[in-house]
Nanobody, 117 residues
Framework: QVQLVESGGGSVQAGGSLTLSCQASGKMFSINIIGWYRQAPGKQREPVARVSSGGTAIYSDSVKGRFTISRNNAGNMVYLQMSRLKPEDTAVYYC???????????WGQGTQVTVSS
């Protein structure tokens, strides 16, 4: 099993920046992909940025060029640096890990990001 704990959400004005952190614990060696999803009110949860165990990063088109995902060398911390934030980035952001041969999903509790215009 893998446990994920997010931190770093908050409120910011449009054009500002925030950095989210996700601390992973448990069977981290079995993580295939780890990253961030978000869910805005009334919308489905969507992927934002993810990084594979090999270090390949994948971004959604809506955040490409504005958000950067990174992982520390120990592999137990994942960061999402968000810049040039827009009101449409407002959502609950969830850390996600895809684990093991069956790709089991693990989720953090979520952290709120609010961007005001």
């Amino acid at each position: 099993q893998v446990q994920l704990v997010e931190s770093g959400g908050g409120s910011v004005q449009a054009g500002g920046s925030l950095t989210l952190s996700c601390q992973a614990s448990g069977k981290m060696f079995s993580i295939n992909i780890i990253g961030w999803y978000r869910q805005a009110p009334g919308k489905q949860r969507e992927p934002v940025a993810r990084v594979s165990s090999g270090g390949t990063a994948i971004y959604s088109d809506s955040v490409k060029g504005r958000f950067t995902i990174s992982r520390n060398n120990a592999g137990n911390m994942v960061y999402l640096q968000m810049s040039r934030l827009k009101p449409e980035d407002t959502a609950v952001y969830y850390c996600n890990a895809e684990v093991g041969a069956y790709g089991t999903d693990y989720w953090g509790q979520g952290t709120q990001v609010t961007v005001s215009s």
